[in-house]
């Protein structure tokens, strides 16, 4: 079948018309379906509820001479920060370990650099004339509201397979006003992009005229493969300092969609000057996180090969709701030249880009038939979409039968944006 652009205005109408009745039964089906985060389903949280279970005894609370029932330990069990360096491939003095959400951490790091500089800041952001930031695009929303709410001019670096744009980002970190760039380095939010070899060393080879740039490298997917065998990835950190920047990154991840998202352990990691200098500044804000929970997660995950294999357990929840996803739209959109998408090997998103100016009318449509996904726009910086393109689907909450009563709206309100786009 020839793509709409090839077809006719009276065949058009006609397919329109089709469209619109099967829009009018799905509406029918009355949907309340919410697909705008990447939460895990409940089936992923009682696969790990057991972990409440081990910890039980107040004596287990005793561990590396201390009682991690009370203050201390400001960086982390020493058996966390173990842990982490294990998973991400790091050394534990190069590790900060904190509470539920690496969010939090990538904030506060920007929000101290605002007020007092990192460690090779010649002063604080606060009183720089100019402020800049790369930003990935499509991205991760949160990401670009911390530095939008920082007054940053947040700058859009296009991705391709192999990760950003690397000719625009060695270009523009000449410009000492561009203090740093987001990174999702593995199985990208949205689009699911792995960042190649070359991409990782033109990183860690970066020279920016900032003394304080930063890479905020968030590895927030490091180890969530649904779709084949973990693939590892390569420290960043190591690569920095082997390049003579040992403090141009920072590193994240969290526990987030291993454990439970409300309830895990995060991480910063880095260099270990830097990891130093951002203790002190940290040491005034808390005396310590929640070592129990630290602890818990430790002896529940034990180790990186241990996690890689819950992670497993993670991919047979996973991996069906990902292929119904993508075979619905290759049997709703294939050849009909309106629409186009990557098949991810982990994550937890799809992005569809759809013809350009049909996103904010296909999720109208699909909010009137009862599925909400993420926001239009919300994947670039100040929310705007400029082609008004990408659709982030992200389909690990609601069940596999649930999916698919989504995706058959999205696809059809998909084509009906895509025909109205046409005949106008």
Known sequence: MASYSCRSREELCLEREKLLARYEELKKENLKLDMSRGKPSKLQLDLVSDMLEVLTDPAQCQIEGNDCRNYGDLAGLKCAREYWADVLGCKPEQTFVGGN??????????????????NDSPKPWCQEEKRKFLCPSPGYDRHFRITELYGFEMIVIPMTPDGPDMNMVEELVQDPAVKGIWCVPKYSNPQGYSYSEETVDRFANLKPAAPDFVIMWDNAYCVHEFDGVFEPFRDIISLCAEAGRPNMVYEFASTSKITFPGAGISVMASSEENIAYQLKLISVQTISYDKINQLRHVKYLKNREHTIELM???????????????????HQLTNKGIAHWHHPKGGYFVCVAAMPGTAKRTLELCKQAGVTLTEAGATYPYGIDPQDSMIRIAPSLPPVEEL?????????SLRLAAIEKILE
């Open 101 to 118: 959400a690496s969010l939090s951490l990538m904030h506060d790091l920007i929000a101290r650099a605002y007020t007092h500089g990192l």
């Open 312 to 330: 497993k357990r993670h991919a047979t929840i996973m991996a069906p709701k990902f292929e119904m996803v993508l075979w619905i739209l290759r």
């Open 404 to 412: 698919e009563k989504a995706m058959h709206v999205l696809c059809t």
